[in-house]
Structure formats: C-alpha cells, structure tokens
Nanobody, 122 residues
Framework: QVQFVESGGGLVQPGGSLRLSCAAS????????IAWYRRTPGKERELVAV???????NYADSMKGRVTISRDNAKNTAYLEMNSLKPEDTAVYYC????????????????WGQGTQVTVSS
C-alpha cells in the first residue's frame, strides 16, 4: 500500500501562505489522481483539492481561488500552495491517491500518513 509523508505545515497569520508537500512511496504515483484532504477535531475528513493524472486541478468551493495543487511525477511528490489563509483553514492536512472517482468520494487507496498541521491564527 502506498504511504505518504506530508510536510510544510505550521503556524501562519491570517492572510498568510503555506506550501505543503506530499512525498509518496511506490511506483503507482503517476498513474493515479492525487488528493489533499483536511480534518479538524470533531469533523469528518474533508476533500480540499484533487489533481488528475493529466494535471487538471479540482478544488473545494471553500478553497477555490486560494489554493493550487500540483504534482511532480518524477519526484513522486504533490504540492498544495495555499494563500490568503483564514482561521477556518486550521486543520491537519493529508494527501492520498486513487482513481479520480474514489478520491473524490473520499475512498483513496493509500495508507493515511501523519498529516501536517496548519494553524492560522494571529
């Protein structure tokens, strides 16, 4: 099962920016859609962004215009560039992969990593 290591989170002031990275193991990275999710305490894991195998990005309405997802298949790494961050973006962010339908429906096929904490606060 594919495993992930997320990094790049931290404490940022409202309006600030962060770039998250997701390093994946295995050889199937380039053949799958990659998704970023987030979770806050007491809430279900929420889809933030998806990038297809052809590098087309799809974004949650709450994040549109503020985030950009990208991928580097040669490095088995995906990125999430986040701008104009808001306190409500505070969460642990995770990445995973699978078919486009599965990641959109919250059923990715990889093992969940530890995630990276993003805290937006003044």
């Amino acid at each position: 099962q594919v495993q992930f290591v997320e990094s790049g989170g931290g404490l940022v002031q409202p309006g600030g920016s962060l770039r998250l990275s997701c390093a994946a193991s295995g050889s199937i990275f380039s053949k799958n859609a990659i998704a970023w999710y987030r979770r806050t305490p007491g809430k279900e894991r929420e889809l933030v962004a998806v990038i297809t195998t052809s590098s087309s990005g799809n974004y949650a309405d709450s994040m549109k215009g503020r985030v950009t997802i990208s991928r580097d298949n040669a490095k088995n790494t995906a990125y999430l560039e986040m701008n104009s961050l808001k306190p409500e973006d505070t969460a642990v962010y995770y990445c995973n992969l699978g078919s486009l339908v599965d990641v959109l429906n919250g059923r990715p096929s990889g093992a969940w990593g530890q995630g990276t904490q993003v805290t937006v606060s003044s």
